[in-house]
């Protein structure tokens, strides 16, 4: 199985040889098609797989992009990336249309296990705070409905973000993230929900993976120590990675859905 390494490397090496051939068509052509970002889909699959989840009750099914799952929640109905659904949902409690996937409201849904992954590789002063409010959004719309429901979220983003304007030229460049401590503040807030009394805006778990694209080989934070060491961070700051990284992701996601489906979380594993 691939790590998460390996998965980071393969995303840097296709999208700058998008950028080369294609220039600042490459970020456009490579989100429509999805292809970039089902690089990440199937590692967190892998972690889920690693850690004894049936492959075959996880939607899409890993290094397939369809069918997602998509499920109500309080205000509306949203595809998810990444589902888990244990097999005491049965299957006359799907509607599938082609490649769609829709379950039928029920009381089981919250005993589904739902992770959205995204990445923003550019522009990320200019689009934070509308990215985070979708974020947040999408937590509470589920959570509203589903108060038990296992929600993640995996975001992606670079230490140094890719230049929109020298794409525009076919080449690849690198701009300095303004506010890197900003995002980490901003996810640990929705990060670590363990009750489902309250908090419907948090996540279970939420992964922030902030990655340095601008070297040969790229690398992964996984400490605010490791962002002072590489001035990254303002060496008083007070932020924290704790329980943001993507080692322990899955594993955490899964004990809080043992403590609330202890009947359950042996039917997801194979």
Known sequence: ???????LYQMKTEFEAAIIKNGASAQTSLIRSQKLINILH?????????????G?????HLHECKPEVKISGLLKAKNQDICIIPSLIPKDKFIIKGSKTELIDNVNIEKVISINVRSQLSSLAKNIDTLYERTFAEALNLHLKHPKQCLGEVYLIPVYEYDSE?????????????????????FQYLNNRQSYNGNEYKYERVCLLIVDFSK???????????LKADNLVSPDSDSTMDNLCFENFASDILSIYESRFCDCIDIIRV
């Not at 199985?1 to 998965?7: A, L, R």
């Not at 199937?42 to 049936?54: A, D, M, R, S, Y």
């Not at 075959?56 to 899409?60: D, T, V």
């Open 1 to 7: 199985m691939m790590q998460i390494n390996e998965s």
């Open 56 to 60: 075959c009750l996880i939607y899409p």
């Open 42 to 54: 199937n590692q967190v699959k892998h972690e889920f797989i690693k850690l004894g989840v049936n």
């Open 216 to 226: 040969n080989y790229p690398k992964l934070y996984s400490t605010i120590e490791e």
């Open 166 to 186: 020298a794409m525009k030229q076919n080449k690849v460049r690198f701009k300095k993230v303004t506010k890197l401590e900003d995002y980490i503040n901003k």
